[in-house]
C-alpha cells in the first residue's frame, strides 16, 4: 500500500540504522529484514544554493538503514508496549491509517522507537547519503523531477 517509496524525506520518519563495521551504533542489530545496505563511500553533503549547508565532502563507513518508514501500526505498537505517549496528529483521520507513515514525531519520540526495536536513528549524513540514491544526486528519493502523488505535504497526503 503505502510502501512504494523507500526513503521518502517529504514526512519526519522514523528511520532505523544498524552500525556495521564498528560505526556509531554499539551492537550490530540481528534483525536487518526490511532493511537496505548503503556501502562504503564518499558523497558530497550539503547544497549548493542554501549558506548554511555548504557542500563538503563525506566518507561514511558501510551502514544499513531501514527501507520504509516507521508505520501508524508499528508506533501503536511501540506505544502499546511501553506507554509512550501518542505523537501529534496521532487521531488526525487523514494521518492515522494503519499502512501510513507515522507524523508528528519528535526527535526524542524517533529516538525512544528506535531504541525500542534494538536500533539507532542515522546520523544527518547518513540519512543524507541513503536519501540521495545511489549515485548521490537525487533532489528527490525517487529521482529530480518533484511528484505531488510520492509525498505528503501541508494539508495534502499522497
Known amino acids: 500500500m503505502f510502501k512504494t517509496q523507500p526513503i521518502r524525506l517529504s514526512t519526519l520518519t522514523i528511520?532505523?540504522?544498524?552500525?556495521?563495521?564498528g560505526t556509531v551504533s554499539a551492537e550490530p542489530v540481528k534483525n536487518t529484514q526490511d532493511m537496505v545496505l548503503i556501502p562504503k563511500g564518499e558523497f558530497t553533503m550539503g547544497s549548493p544554493t542554501h549558506a548554511d549547508e555548504t557542500q563538503h565532502k563525506v566518507v561514511l563507513d558501510a551502514y544499513k538503514i531501514d527501507t520504509y518508514e516507521t508505520s501508524n501500526k508499528e508506533f501503536g505498537e511501540f506505544m502499546k508496549a511501553t506507554g509512550h505517549a501518542a505523537p501529534a496528529y496521532?487521531?488526525?483521520?487523514?494521518?492515522?491509517?494503519p499502512e501510513q507513515p507515522v507524523v508528528g514525531v519528535n526527535w526524542f519520540d524517533a529516538k525512544a522507537f528506535c531504541e525500542w526495536k534494538g536500533k539507532r536513528l542515522p546520523t544527518e549524513a547518513?540519512?543524507?547519503?541513503a536519501a540521495k540514491g545511489p549515485k548521490g544526486d537525487n533532489h528527490f528519493p525517487w529521482g529530480h523531477t518533484f511528484d505531488a502523488k510520492k509525498v505528503n505535504f501541508g494539508q495534502q497526503v499522497g
Do not use: I
Request: glycine fraction near 6%; proline fraction near 5%.
Open 15 to 21: 528511520a532505523l540504522v544498524s552500525g556495521l563495521l
Open 90 to 97: 496521532w487521531d488526525d483521520p487523514r494521518l492515522n491509517k
Open 126 to 129: 547518513e540519512w543524507e547519503r
